[in-house]
T-cell receptor, first 113, second 113 residues
Framework: GESVGLHLPTLSVQEGDNSIINCAYSNSASDYFIWYKQESGKGPQFIIDIRSNMDKRQGQRVTVLLNKTVKHLSLQIAATQPGDSAVYFCAERAPYNTDKLIFGTGTRLQVFP | DSGVTQTPKHLITATGQRVTLRCSPRSGDLSVYWYQQSLDQGLQFLIQYYNGEERAKGNILERFSAQQFPDLHSELNLSSLELGDSALYFC????????????FGPGTRLTVL
């Protein structure tokens, strides 16, 4: 499940710091967004989702912010831990096909001690 | 563990050959999705099935086909394989409800030599 060959943007943070991963989505009519985490050798794992009628949603140590004006999503991870090291993808649900997900290119998060 | 299973985990074959990848969705999930993750393309939606019927198509080549069986497992058939088909192939499933996230399997790594 690794994307090591991709030229992914990389975010390096120190353990304990907060991380912010950004994503620009493509379609202003998309109504549902998901953040996935992909660890090496594994499939994407659901982290958090948000509907287009919301601006913010919080989970355990994670917060997703949605800015529809500029078609921007962000994922905030509080108190980043080594286990958070992975590639993070945002996905938008295509507006004219209710189940098709369009994935962003991903961001690699590296957590160092 | 997402509850989605895929076999085989690894597959090595030669150009021109045909392979079949298998996916079993989470118990009760009627929707199955197939994605390709290559080194330079990220996660690309291929096709979706719902309760045995094709629901949506993405960037799936004509050499590729899929089906979903009455027991809801799905197979992705890749024929006349080319070097560029080497990638990770993921299956995902989704429960009822329009906002449910997709749960991904561990993937099949296909290497075409």
């Amino acid at each position: 499940g690794e994307s090591v060959g991709l030229h992914l943007p990389t975010l390096s943070v120190q353990e304990g710091d907060n991380s912010i991963i950004n994503c620009a989505y493509s379609n202003s009519a998309s109504d549902y967004f998901i953040w996935y985490k992909q660890e090496s050798g594994k499939g994407p794992q659901f982290i958090i989702d948000i509907r287009s009628n919301m601006d913010k949603r919080q989970g355990q140590r994670v917060t997703v912010l949605l800015n529809k004006t500029v078609k921007h999503l962000s994922l905030q991870i509080a108190a980043t831990q080594p286990g958070d090291s992975a590639v993070y993808f945002c996905a938008e649900r295509a507006p004219y096909n209710t189940d098709k997900l369009i994935f962003g290119t991903g961001t690699r998060l590296q957590v160092f001690p | 563990d997402s509850g989605v299973t895929q076999t085989p985990k690894h597959l090595i074959t030669a150009t021109g050959q045909r392979v079949t990848l298998r996916c079993s969705p989470r118990s009760g999930d009627l929707s199955v999705y197939w994605y390709q993750q290559s080194l330079d393309q990220g996660l690309q939606f291929l096709i979706q099935y719902y309760n045995g019927e094709e629901r949506a198509k993405g960037n799936i080549l004509e050499r590729f086909s899929a089906q979903q069986f009455p027991d809801l497992h799905s197979e992705l058939n890749l024929s006349s394989l080319e070097l560029g088909d080497s990638a990770l192939y993921f299956c995902a499933s989704k429960g009822a409800g329009s906002y449910n996230e997709q749960f991904f399997g561990p993937g099949t790594r296909l290497t075409v030599l």
